[in-house]
């Protein structure tokens, strides 16, 4: 009989879906089914000798886990293959994984430029914290990819976006945002936590690191925060390792043995809550009390051309502006049974929240016009639950006003 090597066996061979279920896996001498979790700060060596070459970089092993763990890296190697990337990095929150991302591309003097419609943490860590260690930045109207370029200086050295954005569903050209940077010499970050890994891959549009809040639908059950970068092994094994493993920012096993779980099930689960946030954007388009939807599955949708060309479905995220005030929508949002008000987002649950009153508070009110966060705006996460009940409870809460 012919012996030959099953190309499955090759993690590049298999397809999306199948990474999501085995890629990263590393088992141990007992052949465990599932991922182990190692829940171990620390390792230990056989010999002096060994503890001295393993810290000179001579032998492989792991060191102390705030540098690398074998459950963390299994999280990192099926993210890596699942996007696309030659590598990744887990961090403890999303925040942990976009503030990373972007100093390991920046130093005093230099300059990014990112688009306004940003998640809070996202705007203030370019707009406050970055200038406050000499990095400037500019937020632009992120839909025309000519405002981009319109921003570039000299030592512009990091485009940030996020698309779609929060709350209102805008897009940026993933695509010709890259094309700038890359004319520019200037990397190029995208935080596709909306989007998802099941409908969007900025690597292959572009993107020199893509970044994702790990807490949303990667685990979205609602249980830990996490985060994760990938790339290139060249950023990734470089510069971002190195502000992981000295600042600390590290992901702890126990939430990414979480993460490595939440994988196995995220297509079917974001799928069936994207079906879900479909039928529910169809609904509230053609509702008498709805004013206007924003839902990048949705024919509707002002960038609709560009959300079929860089996105493979809508997601599970979407806004909409009830006809009235804020107290109306207030109103909406208190006489629903099921969709509960709560900010976070990719949650099993369905989750509304009205941003202009918690996630963009903190804005100008100037500055929440500009972005199109009405007082009468709600953000919904699609959840899990039966499209029926969905509709029938936001059909329920809507007729209240
Ligand atoms: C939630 C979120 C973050 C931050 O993630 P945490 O895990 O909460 O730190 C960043 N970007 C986007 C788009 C998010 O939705």
Redesign the pocket.
Known sequence: MAQSKNPLLDPKKQSPATRMVHGGTDRSHHGETSEALYLTSGFTYDSSEAARLRFKGDTEGHIYSRFSNPTVEMFQNRMALLEGGDAARGTA???AA?TTALMSLVQAGDHVVASRAL?G??RYVVEDFLPRWGVSSTLVDGRDPKNFEAAMRDNTKAIFV?SPT?PTIELVDLEAVGKIAKAHGAKFVV?N??ATPIYQSPLELGADLVVY?A??HIDGQGRC???VIVGDQELIEGDVHTIIRQTGPSMSPFNAWVMLKGLETLGLRVEKMAQNAAAVADMLANHPKVERVYYAGHPSHAQYELAQKQMTGGSNMLAFDVKGKQADAYAVADHLALIKISNN?GDAKSIITHPATTTHQRLEEADRAELGISEKLLRLSVGLEAEEDLLSDLQFALDQI
């Open positions: 929150t999303g925040m976009v998640f943490g996202c996020e929060n935080d936590v909306f809040s807490t949303k925060l996490g985060g987002l």
